[in-house]
């Protein structure tokens, strides 16, 4: 029989992961030189960055309550990463956007990189935590 909480918890882990692995891409189509569409894609990863830390949080404390200390770690090291990467992935997007590198051609091409490597670290999180899921569901306390 499935834990509820740990199900939970993963399920509203997965939440934010899967709404930047569905949106991030229409950003492929645009062009990122364009200021409000950067700031759009700034904007996205934010809320993507606040989101996933907000969920980590709720996930380990649900899964802590019920006794699966390693299952909580996990979860909030997801948390913890994602909190920690939100400034300084911000600050480069920024940098980019309407910092030093306004006047550099150069400055949408690496927020392009950005971008790409932002997807790249979401799907793969999102292949772990979905493969995990019949782990977390089975473990017992």
């Known amino acids: 029989m499935p834990d509820t909480p740990v199900v939970f918890a993963s399920i509203i882990l997965l939440l934010p992961m899967l709404y930047l692995f569905l949106a991030a891409p229409a950003f492929l189509l645009v062009r990122l030189d364009i200021l409000p569409v950067a700031r759009l894609l700034r904007a996205m990863f934010n809320g993507y960055f606040v989101a996933l830390t907000g969920a980590g949080v709720i996930g380990t404390v649900a899964v802590a309550v019920t006794g699966h200390l390693s299952l909580a770690l996990g979860i909030g090291v997801i948390a913890a990463v994602s909190a920690l990467s939100r400034g300084w992935f911000l600050r480069q997007v920024?940098?980019?956007i309407n910092g030093r590198e306004t006047e550099n051609a150069d400055a949408a091409r690496r927020l392009r990189?950005?971008?790409?490597?932002?997807?790249?670290v979401n799907a793969i999180q999102l292949v772990v935590v979905v493969a995990s899921i019949p782990h977390f569901a089975t473990a017992s306390s």
């Open 94 to 96: 920024d940098e980019r």
């Open 113 to 120: 990189h950005l971008h790409l490597g932002g997807m790249l």
